[in-house]
């Protein structure tokens, strides 16, 4: 009855676990083991109640993350009155099974197979097959180390012709396994796993103490990782941590002062302008002319106004005889000619005036001089700046035909604009 409370005791310790956290065991520990054991009635009699020293040895491995392999030997002097004193060792090997893992403990079932070897002072003394099933505890001691508490029982196999074949055993057992080897380190930053505050860092970062990784620079891209350690704060940077060049050129945006503007070999990453007039050299066809605000780099080409001639004769402007009144015929060839000078641009012009042959010197001065007059005042009056126009009479002077005829004559009648040097 009393191996079945304490059986009942085995299953309620199971009933309590719950799954959460992941406390991390070495992967192989060597251990020590004390406790107290209750040995079953068929072999001390009525002490069966009663609790015995045990000691130990342990060896525990991992095989995966919810499954160890474990073996133990475990030794128990054990008063009785029914056999008298009898030393018992167990000897099993099995596996745990990480039924909950906490942040710093893990509860197991264990299960296993042995051998129960039984040595009394009046016999008999013998040795059975037994197999065993606990329930139990694994806590984080240290960086590599684990305590550990179980209570299990052992039961030995035989049949009638073995006496005492069947033996039932309860254990309470108290331990502690150094764990052999180096702790576990998932990521590889060199903290063991139970120090690291951040186990999933990147293999190759820089870790503090803590296993965390390291960010000099706060570019968000970890030392260790970074190719580029000293990026200024707030810079762009891409996923190596250098700072993000857009155009290609090796001048970082943060200095490119034309980010989107190829420049390789310049400070400031902007095409060479030498004349400064925001034109790149490269497009610039004056490259050494400042000329801001065109395409090209040159400054507007002014148009020169059309070259005077050496003299324009104003063939057509009649007027009355005798006289230095302008016939309404003249006006078109006029207004012509005022266009003409404001196409010559400032060029200085002597309106001359001539005659025929007919009458004499003084008179046709005289007439040619007024006739000249009247021109100029006409060409002023279209807009040709005062300043620009002289007039003067040369009288017969100067004919250009024969004045024997009327038509040389009529050619000798003439209004000349001259360009002025």
């Excluded at 133990?72 to 039924?99: F, K, M």
Aim: proline share 7%; with cysteine; hydrophobic share 35%.
């Amino acid at each position: 009855m009393k191996q079945v409370q304490r059986m009942a005791m085995l299953a309620a310790l199971w009933v309590a676990t719950a799954s959460a956290g992941a406390a991390e065991m070495p992967e192989r520990g060597l251990g020590l083991l004390l406790g107290g054991g209750w040995a079953d009635e068929n072999l001390v009699g009525g002490k069966d109640g009663e609790v015995n020293p045990l000691f130990g040895l342990r060896y525990g491995q991992r095989l995966r993350d919810d499954i160890n392999f474990f073996g133990d030997l475990v030794y128990g002097s054990y008063d009785g009155n029914l056999v008298g004193d009898a030393d018992l060792t167990t000897v099993r090997g099995g596996l745990e099974w990480l039924i909950s893992r906490q942040q710093r403990y893990n509860w197991f079932l264990s299960g296993g197979f042995g051998l129960m070897n039984v040595d009394t002072d009046s016999g008999p003394d013998f040795t059975r097959p037994m197999a065993s099933l606990g329930v139990g505890q694994d806590w984080a001691v240290g960086v590599n180390d684990a305590f550990r508490w179980e209570l299990r029982a052992d039961q030995s196999f035989g049949n009638s012709s073995l006496p005492n074949g069947g033996l039932t055993n309860v254990q309470a057992l108290l331990g502690y396994s150094w764990g052999l080897g180096a702790p576990a380190d998932t990521d590889g930053d060199g903290v063991p796993n139970r120090l690291d505050q951040c186990p999933n860092t990147p293999k190759g970062a820089k870790v503090d103490a803590k296993g965390c990784p390291l960010d000099s620079d706060g570019d968000g891209v970890f030392d260790g990782l970074d190719q580029c350690p000293n990026t200024p704060a707030g810079v762009k940077v891409d996923g190596k941590g250098c700072p993000v060049d857009s155009d290609g050129d090796g001048v970082p945006d943060h200095k490119d002062k034309c980010p989107t503007v190829p420049a390789p070999g310049t400070a400031d990453g902007c095409p060479p302008d030498s004349d400064g007039d925001g034109v790149i050299d490269a497009k610039d066809a004056c490259p050494a002319v400042p000329a801001p605000g065109t395409v090209d780099g040159c400054p507007p080409k002014v148009e020169e106004p059309a070259p005077a001639p050496r003299t324009l004769t104003l063939e057509g402007v009649n007027f009355d005889n005798d006289s230095a009144k302008l016939r309404s015929d003249a006006i078109a060839i006029l207004d012509a000619a005022a266009a003409t000078l404001k196409e010559w641009g400032e060029v200085k012009v002597e309106v001359a005036g001539h005659t025929d042959s007919v009458n004499s010197d003084a008179y046709n001065q005289d007439l040619s001089q007024r006739r000249a007059d009247a021109v100029r005042a006409y060409l002023v009056d279209k807009g040709i700046a005062a300043e620009r126009l002289t007039a003067k009479g040369y009288g017969e002077a100067n004919p250009v035909a024969d004045n024997d005829s009327a038509e040389g004559r009529a050619r000798n009648r003439r209004v000349e604009l001259v360009p002025q040097q």
